[in-house]
T-cell receptor
Framework: EAQVTQNPRYLITVTGKKLTVTCSQNMNHEYMSWYRQDPGLGLRQIYYSMNVEVTDKGDVPEGYKVSRKEKRNFPLILESPSPNQTSLYFC??????????????FGSGTRLTVV | GQSLEQPSEVTAVEGAIVQINCTYQTSGFYGLSWYQQHDGGAPTFLSYNALDGLEETGRFSSFLSRSDSYGYLLLQELQMKDSASYFCAVSPPSEAGTALIFGKGTTLSVSS
């Protein structure tokens, strides 16, 4: 089944404790991205990657890191999480930058709480 | 800058037709997309308009007018399961250095 897999689904952590949210896709998509979703603010892009070893900042990159060492994986790293990073996070992938006819495929989301 | 405006909430009854508008300000884009998201779930792709005009997919249709910087999603024969949030999104040109930009979403509530 074609899908984007995120883990974990839920995470509660403490301020300052480094964490990684994993994202993997099995569709051989070149384009991957991370979004955070907060009430009233919609989906805001954190980082994106147009291909292996190519990453760039989105609209809200502060406090986050990413890497793209393999085509299928695009982990999101919070080196020192803070409470304002409490949010619902989505990983997405697509064939290309333009979502075109098939659109972006989203993972199931990771609900992160930083206390 | 680029921004998309949508109504925050829309209500309707089962069997009705509802139109969710999306106006945008952007210097250029590949196309206008629509996504559906049920509470807390993953957004799912509904439709894409690369060209002006109407695209129909079952009960859902989407429209784009680049000259008016406007698009809409039309949902017909509404069902309770259509209660969800709907997002319009644009794909900026790759030179812009970013990717799919979403509106803030419209919450559709369908009642019986």
């Amino acid at each position: 089944e074609a899908q984007v897999t995120q883990n974990p689904r839920y995470l509660i952590t403490v301020t300052g404790k480094k964490l990684t949210v994993t994202c993997s896709q099995n569709m051989n998509h070149e384009y991957m991205s991370w979004y955070r979703q907060d009430p009233g603010l919609g989906l805001r892009q954190i980082y994106y990657s147009m291909n292996v070893e190519v990453t760039d900042k989105g609209d809200v990159p502060e406090g986050y890191k990413v890497s793209r060492k393999e085509k299928r994986n695009f982990p999101l790293i919070l080196e020192s999480p803070s409470p304002n990073q409490t949010s619902l996070y989505f990983c997405a992938s697509s064939l290309g930058h333009d979502d075109s006819v098939y659109g972006y495929t989203f993972g199931s989301g990771t609900r992160l709480t930083v206390v | 800058g680029q921004s998309l405006e949508q109504p925050s909430e829309v209500t309707a009854v089962e069997g009705a037709i509802v139109q969710i508008n999306c106006t945008y300000q952007t210097s250029g884009f590949y196309g206008l997309s629509w996504y559906q998201q049920h509470d807390g779930g993953a957004p799912t792709f509904l439709s894409y308009n690369a060209l002006d005009g109407l695209e129909e997919t079952g009960r859902f249709s989407s429209f784009l007018s680049r000259s008016d910087s406007y698009g809409y999603l039309l949902l017909q024969e509404l069902q309770m399961k259509d209660s969800a949030s709907y997002f319009c999104a644009v794909s900026p040109p790759s030179e812009a250095g970013t990717a799919l930009i979403f509106g803030k979403g419209t919450t559709l509530s369908v009642s019986s």
